[in-house]
């Protein structure tokens, strides 16, 4: 089985890796030549562009940065579907706008295609551990045809429903996850401001009804638990605008449907206040450091 992997970033490079891994021909592209090395270096076949990477691929993965990225790779003249194989199974794992998801989708199947949508979630060290979530969104004939694949990437896969549904939970997810670790850091400084040991609170707060991911396991105030980006000065993770991005894709989808989120919007600002303050490439935890009062 030939595979075609576009987009060899922090997350596709080690998810081609992992296929490299599993004895998996790949061939891959992306802009950037050290990435392209990478892969080269751990015995991918490198290609000139998309066009030509995807020519013979049985499975076509794509792993990009936003919904204007995976438009004009699918959708362009020297694009996917103008130079894959129609017999290829096309899974896009970036986290785009549901309904780009579903328009590609749509005019994917109009030329014969098999689609379907994968966003992930567990970052990069998911990605590099092989222990990724897939949120799928396709039909389940074709979620079986991949599952092969995205069992040697990652750990958990579930079947969301039709295309456009893996991106929706992602999109659902992201947000909940934001606004979860805003509510946290606020509880945090709010004890720390009245003389708490924020190790101690975080140890009762586990333990009771505030329970949460962002406490238990990616706790936002530094020295407080081991191994996690608040303690390593808000290094690696999962970067404050990919945060952004994902929660404007989230009020992106709200206002399309006409649904309320107030939390999400307010979610939305706080992290562009906190982005445009030069913590971008920080870790979403840093948002812990917005809520300080000086």
């Known amino acids: 089985m030939k595979v075609a ?3 060899l970033g922090n ?3 080690p998810m081609a890796l992992n296929l490299l891994k599993a004895g998996y021909s790949v061939t891959g592209f992306d802009l950037v030549q050290s990435q392209i090395d ?10 000139k562009s998309a066009a030509l990477a995807v020519i013979d691929a049985d499975i076509v993965i794509s792993m990009l940065p936003a919904s204007r990225h995976v438009e004009s790779l699918y959708l362009g003249d020297a694009g996917i579907l103008a130079h894959a194989n129609p017999r290829a199974l096309l899974i896009d794992c970036s986290t785009i706008s549901p309904k780009v998801a579903q328009d590609v989708a749509k005019t994917a199947k109009a030329k014969g ?56 939970v992602k999109v659902c997810n992201n947000m909940l996850l934001g606004i979860q670790m805003l509510g946290t850091s606020e509880a945090l400084r709010l004890g720390i401001a009245n003389g708490m040991d924020p190790k101690i609170l975080s140890d009762i707060m586990t333990k009771s009804s505030g329970r949460n991911w962002a406490l238990e396991l990616y706790n936002p105030c530094p020295n407080v638990m081991e191994n996690v980006p608040s303690s390593k000065n808000y290094a690696g993770g999962f970067g404050v605008d990919l945060m ?51």
Do not use: C
Request: charge should be negative; aromatic fraction near 6%; proline fraction near 3%.
């Open 113 to 168: 295609f098999a689609m379907i949508d994968a966003p992930v979630s567990g970052g990069t060290a998911g990605a590099q551990a092989a222990t990724l979530t897939f949120m799928v969104g396709g039909d389940a004939k074709d979620l079986e045809r991949a599952r092969p694949l995205l069992e040697k990437m990652g750990k958990n896969i579930f079947h969301a429903g039709a295309n456009g549904s893996g991106q929706t």
């Open 244 to 294: 952004l991005k994902d929660l404007g894709l989230a009020v992106e989808n709200a206002q399309d449907l006409n649904a309320s989120t107030p939390l999400g919007e307010l979610a939305h600002h706080l992290y562009e206040l906190h982005s445009k303050a030069g913590n971008g490439a920080l870790d979403f935890s840093s948002v812990f450091n917005l809520t300080k009062v000086e």
């Open 11 to 13: 997350m596709g490079l």
């Open 38 to 47: 990478a892969f080269v270096g751990a015995g991918g076949l490198p290609e």
């Open 5 to 7: 992997f576009i987009g």
